[in-house]
């Protein structure tokens, strides 16, 4: 007795999907890295750290689009290893899901945070990825207040855990580091999220 055979079921776009999605977040993590590193290096080595003057200068018309440079300058190798890991892992957190939507919250970040720096900030030159950093654990937290679907929930839950040490930062201090830039990156991913990800996708408002 002969049956005729089944045709195999077709492979779900799924998994190869995710694994585009994975790699496209690996990639831009990387070039980010990348940049910010290389940056320094020609800073350190080719200009004695005279670029560190394109940091903000708050109140500085002339100056207001530093808050564009700002966040990829670092005072030095040792300012620069501290936010590596922080920026890499939260970098990748905040792409693996979209990196079109990465790129949109980190210009919401860098636009929203720089420019509360240079309006309120002390008197000082501001850089540093530290605003990035903070700017994108608050986006995770608010993607996964706003979406409320299980993967935005893991993903803010696994953020506060390895990084919600950090929040202290964004509290006044004195000395050298800018709490600003904490404080006002936080603000920063808190307005991408919303902006990005306020509407969670099956909800509807009746007037």
Same mark, same amino acid.
């Given at each position: 007795?002969?049956?005729?055979r089944?045709?195999?079921?077709?492979?779900?776009?799924?998994?190869?999907? *995710?694994? #585009?999605?994975?790699?496209?977040?690996?990639? @831009?993590?990387?070039?980010?890295l990348?940049?910010? !590193?290389?940056?320094?290096? @020609?800073?350190?080595?080719?200009?004695?750290?005279?670029?560190?003057?394109?940091?903000?200068?708050? +109140?500085?018309?002339? *100056?207001? !689009?530093?808050?564009?440079?700002?966040?990829?300058?670092?005072?030095?190798?040792?300012?620069?290893?501290?936010?590596t890991?922080?920026?890499?892992?939260?970098?990748?957190?905040?792409?693996?899901? #979209?990196?079109?939507?990465?790129?949109?919250?980190?210009?919401?970040?860098?636009?929203?945070?720089?420019?509360?720096?240079?309006?309120?900030?002390?008197?000082?030159?501001?850089?540093?990825? #530290?605003?990035?950093?903070?700017?994108?654990?608050?986006?995770?937290?608010?993607?996964?207040? !706003?979406?409320?679907?299980?993967?935005?929930?893991?993903?803010?839950?696994?953020?506060?855990?390895?990084?919600?040490?950090?929040?202290?930062?964004?509290?006044?201090?004195?000395?050298?580091? #800018?709490?600003?830039?904490?404080?006002?990156?936080?603000?920063?991913?808190? @307005?991408?999220?919303?902006?990005?990800?306020?509407? +969670?996708?099956g909800?509807?408002? +009746?007037?």
């Amino acid at each position: 007795m002969t049956r005729p055979r089944l045709p195999a079921p077709a492979p779900s776009p799924l998994p190869a999907q *995710r694994r #585009s999605q994975v790699a496209q977040a690996g990639v @831009v993590t990387a070039l980010l890295l990348a940049g910010v !590193w290389v940056q320094e290096l @020609v800073d350190l080595f080719a200009f004695g750290g005279a670029l560190d003057a394109f940091g903000i200068d708050p +109140r500085s018309p002339a *100056r207001f !689009w530093h808050i564009f440079t700002a966040p990829f300058l670092h005072d030095g190798l040792p300012h620069l290893i501290a936010n590596t890991a922080p920026l890499a892992v939260l970098a990748f957190m905040s792409a693996v899901r #979209s990196v079109g939507r990465f790129l949109a919250a980190t210009f919401v970040i860098v636009l929203v945070g720089g420019a509360l720096v240079w309006l309120l900030g002390r008197d000082a030159i501001h850089l540093g990825a #530290s605003l990035l950093v903070f700017g994108y654990l608050a986006y995770l937290l608010g993607v996964g207040w !706003w979406e409320r679907t299980p993967a935005a929930i893991g993903i803010a839950l696994l953020a506060l855990l390895l990084y919600g040490g950090i929040l202290w930062g964004v509290l006044p201090s004195g000395g050298a580091v #800018s709490w600003e830039a904490h404080l006002y990156g936080f603000v920063g991913g808190i @307005v991408a999220a919303l902006l990005i990800h306020g509407r +969670r996708p099956g909800v509807r408002r +009746r007037a």
